[in-house]
């Protein structure tokens, strides 16, 4: 049963294989940024909103 041989194994990543990762890495990094951003306008608002509540 050749197909139950043992083979050598390469460990290292495909090719084309490096170009799909670099892709998820980018929206992972985007959708941080965005997430971080959106939090410091919430902020930012409700700074803006106490100010028009108190009138300072």
Same mark, same amino acid.
């Given at each position: 049963?050749? +197909?139950?041989? #043992?083979? /050598?194994?390469?460990?290292?990543?495909?090719?084309?294989? $490096?170009?799909? @990762? /670099?892709?998820?890495? $980018? %929206?992972?990094?985007? $959708?941080? +940024?965005? $997430?971080?951003?959106?939090?410091? #306008?919430?902020?930012? @608002?409700? /700074?803006?909103?106490?100010? /028009?509540? %108190?009138?300072?």
């Amino acid at each position: 049963m050749p +197909w139950l041989a #043992v083979t /050598e194994v390469d460990h290292g990543l495909a090719p084309d294989c $490096s170009a799909h @990762l /670099e892709t998820v890495a $980018s %929206f992972a990094a985007a $959708s941080c +940024w965005y $997430s971080i951003v959106l939090a410091q #306008v919430a902020l930012r @608002l409700g /700074e803006l909103m106490t100010a /028009e509540t %108190f009138k300072t």
